[in-house]
């Protein structure tokens, strides 16, 4: 079956600092790739995808590269602000649209200023 | 522009009961799924609705049925409610199966089984 593996939290970082979220998974076939944010009070939103090896997702600063080779899907950002603060779930799907998505179990990103 | 809706926001029952879960998609969209969030961990899928039919299924037991309208809004059964059913329920809007990709999500209701 599918199943997604984030590193656990919570991360703290300081405001401006590199981040690196790890995510790997496994898949019975060819899946999609997706990087959901949750902000405090908020629904689950979209952060970015890639639906083939080597595509690269981005958004708000925000990178990950699908990696098939290691089956990896890391989330990165240059230099974290105060407004990152959030939960991050790495996510994926195989099959055709009405399949649901597999999450990981999320990871809370604390970013003090 | 409303997003995903869903009521209540908070529910709290006890084992054996049955509640329904309502959730009204973001303008535009027509087909809804359904996610259990148990806490500390990701979302479940439950199942997706669309033209008022179930088109997917998680690995969830027959005591978990739905419904979809034809105003494209959405309901979730639980019947005989457990202990271990205690979670968040999500649902999920998109604007088609096909574009399944981008989901919009509401934020949730809080359901206690006691």
């Not at chain 1, 997604?4 to 995510?23: K, R, W, Y």
Request: aromatic letters at 12%.
């Amino acid at each position: 079956g599918n199943s997604v593996t984030q590193m656990e939290g919570p991360v703290t970082l300081s405001e401006e600092a590199f981040l690196t979220i790890n995510c790997t998974y496994t898949a019975t076939g060819y899946p999609s790739l997706f990087w959901y944010v949750q902000y405090p009070g908020e629904g689950l939103q979209l952060l970015l995808k890639a639906t083939k090896a080597d595509d690269k997702g981005s958004n708000k600063g925000f990178e990950a590269t699908y990696r098939k080779e290691t089956t990896s899907f890391h989330l990165e950002k240059g230099s974290v602000q105060v407004s990152d603060s959030a939960v991050y779930f790495c996510a994926l799907r195989t099959g055709g649209g009405a399949d649901g998505l597999t999450f990981g179990k999320g990871t809370h990103l604390i970013i003090q200023p | 522009d409303a997003g995903v809706t869903q009521s209540p926001t908070h529910l709290i029952k006890t084992r054996g009961q049955q509640v329904t879960l309502r959730c009204s998609p973001k303008s535009g969209h027509d087909t809804v799924s359904w996610y259990q969030q148990a806490l500390g961990q990701g979302p479940q899928f439950i199942f997706q609705y669309y033209e008022e039919e179930e088109r997917q299924r998680g690995n969830f037991p027959d005591r978990f049925s739905g419904h979809q309208f034809p105003n494209y809004s959405s309901e979730l059964n639980v019947n005989a409610l457990l202990l271990g059913d205690s979670a968040l329920y999500l649902c999920a809007s998109s604007d088609a199966p096909a574009t399944n990709e981008k989901l919009f999500f509401g934020s949730g209701t809080q359901l206690s089984v006691l």
